[in-house]
């Protein structure tokens, strides 16, 4: 499986910005696509952006869209989440996956390997 390790959350005014960052190991890194979910205090997690194994195919929740971009570098083994005009709502842990196929989709069921997240907190 592919192993997953997140970076860059941390504590951002409204309005501002954060990237996101997955460092990513393993041989098939490259042949999955990949994903960002979130979770905030007492919700379910869910969904936010994934991106294909080439980079060419993008999805994103209704909640981010215009606002966050997902984006990957396959040579750096590295997925990226840039996070712009961020509101209070986008407080929660953030965690990137891998997919079991090399399309994106937005179900959790559909990754197979999970980071253990990273703390977002947007204050007002």
């Known amino acids: 499986q592919v192993q997953l390790v997140e970076s860059g959350g941390g504590l951002v005014q409204a309005g501002g910005s954060l990237r996101l960052s997955c460092a990513a190991s393993?041989?098939?890194?490259?042949?999955?696509?990949l994903g960002w979910f979130r979770q905030a205090p007492g919700k379910e997690r869910e969904f936010v952006a994934a991106?294909?194994?080439?980079?060419?195919?993008?999805l994103y929740a209704d909640s981010v869209k215009g606002r966050f971009t997902i984006s990957r570098e396959n040579a750096k083994n590295t997925v990226y989440l840039q996070m712009n005009s961020l509101k209070s709502e986008d407080t929660a842990v953030y965690y990137c996956?891998?997919?079991?196929?090399?399309?994106?989709?937005?179900?959790?069921?559909?990754?197979?390997?999970w980071g253990q997240g990273t703390q977002d907190t947007v204050s007002s």
């Open positions: 991106i294909s194994d080439s980079g060419g195919i993008t």
């Open positions: 996956a891998a997919n079991k196929f090399y399309f994106p989709t937005a179900s959790g069921t559909d990754f197979r390997s």
């Open positions: 393993g041989r098939t890194f490259s042949s999955n696509a």
